[in-house]
């Protein structure tokens, strides 16, 4: 019997998840797929605790360098998160011809370049099955059973926590502010939730999905990010109205030799799969052009769904080392190839746009005609509310038909000279 034996380094809510797995379904790991996967090390600032399961607690130690420096170990887990001292242990791991997974979407995705130029310099694999959707089987589903596809689009919601505060603000008409609140009580929202309320994990991760399925690398700081700060319960209600939920929504589609890749609010039709996935849960959409389209969904994110990713890399990873049988083709994160995005302010869509403006004779028809400049047409408007005393001002919904992105972005700055409009509280938001 061949023994694969790992280090595992961060043991916070994933990386007890995973070794939790590792302990408890080694025999089973083994009758299934044949190999023994033993966890020699684990590394983490606190082992002085309880953990919910037994094992040997001769393992835990305090300094990641024994795990680095083990020539018995072939595999490290990486769990810390974020791109300090954790990129400093994966290539501490690369140069000491050590394979590395890791569910660190950040990593992967601000420096994957480095990364895999450094793994193929040392002839080791890094996998990155948990880096995005959790416990959503999608990195090699993309990488292997869709590989005979070439990939049409992409689009999906994958960051839990702003889809709780959505859907809660969905179904039960509460504002931003008092369901970012709730979600923090309930631990769902970091004390700081920028990273997921400004879009920025969502971006990540499609970020990581973009590379692997147009065959390159993609220049993180270049994708366009929007988060759901600014929509309120009165966008909610008028989406609903219009027959649409509004979701974190992140995309990547190919335009010929270009690829499109954004993360905004969207509203999206509720005849539409996407539109249903509520809480925290994520779904993944990818169309390939023989296979068609195709839905991935489940837990984003958890001690158990996301340690199953990190087994299943660890896995795979065994599997290839006895049997010598992992693909050796160098289309998937190609570090050779930038893949060119394609410029946002090109792309086409229908909109809806909430402007609040001063209840005054003459306001509607300056922004028809400003509208009307950018070849902008409307499809539907409504007036929302009515002036009072204390608040002159209403909400105008527009809905246009398909516009292009830099005429509307024309339109809206010409709007914004108008003093009677009050364009920090309006919004566009993109119609899918």
């Not at 080694?26 to 190999?35: A, T």
């Not at 970012?180 to 700081?192: N, R, V």
């Not at 516009?403 to 108008?418: F, G, R």
Request: charged share 25%; net charge negative.
């Amino acid at each position: 019997m061949i023994t694969n034996k790992i280090g595992i380094v961060g043991l916070g809510v994933v990386g007890t998840g995973t070794l939790k797995i590792l302990i408890n379904e080694r025999d089973s790991i083994y009758n299934k797929m044949g190999v023994w996967i033993d966890v020699k090390k684990a590394c983490d600032l606190n082992i002085n605790r309880e953990f919910e399961f037994d094992f040997n607690k001769n393992i835990l130690t305090t300094d990641y360098s024994e795990i680095i420096n083990d020539p018995e170990i072939g595999t490290v887990v990486e769990l810390i998160g974020g791109d300090g001292i954790a990129k400093k242990i994966i290539l501490d791991a690369i140069k000491a011809k050590k394979n590395v997974v890791t569910a660190n979407k950040a990593l992967i995705a601000k420096h994957g370049k480095e990364l895999f130029e450094e793994a193929n310099k040392n002839n080791v694999k890094i996998y990155f099955e948990a880096s995005v959707g959790g416990g959503i089987p999608i990195i090699t589903p993309l990488k292997e059973s869709l590989a005979g596809n070439s990939i049409l689009s992409i689009k999906g919601i994958i960051n839990g926590t702003a889809n709780y505060i959505l859907t809660e603000m969905t179904e039960k008409g509460l504002e931003f502010k008092d369901v970012l609140k709730k979600a923090q009580e309930l631990g769902y929202a970091e004390a700081d939730p920028t990273f997921d309320i400004e879009g920025i994990d969502t971006a990540h991760k499609i970020t990581i999905l973009a590379s692997l399925a147009y065959g390159g690398y993609v220049n993180f700081n270049n994708v366009s990010v929007k988060g759901i700060t600014k929509i309120t319960k009165e966008d909610i209600e008028y989406a609903k109205d219009f027959s649409y939920n509004i979701k974190l929504l992140a995309s990547a589609k190919k335009f010929n030799s270009e690829i499109e890749i954004r993360v905004e609010p969207t509203l999206v039709k509720k005849t539409e799969m996407l539109a249903s996935v509520n809480d925290a849960y994520n779904a993944i959409e990818v169309v390939g052009d023989y296979v068609g389209k195709t839905l991935f969904y489940g837990r984003g994110a958890g001690m158990e769904p996301t340690g199953s990713a990190v087994v299943a890399d660890v896995i795979k990873l065994a599997t290839e080392t006895n049997y010598k049988d992992a693909p050796n083709g160098n289309y998937y994160y190609n570090i050779n190839n930038e893949i060119k995005l394609k410029d946002i302010n090109d792309s086409i869509s229908k909109y809806y746009i909430r402007l609040k403006v001063k209840d005054e004779a003459g306001m509607l028809a300056f922004i028809a005609e400003e509208f009307k400049k950018e070849n902008i047409s409307i499809e539907s408007m409504i007036q929302t509310s009515k002036a009072t005393k204390d608040n002159n001002f209403v909400s105008l919904i527009f809905i246009t038909h398909e516009a292009k992105e830099k005429n509307l972005v024309n339109a809206l700055s010409n709007i914004e000279k108008n003093n009677d409009i009050d364009m920090k509280n309006s919004i566009s938001l993109k119609i899918d």
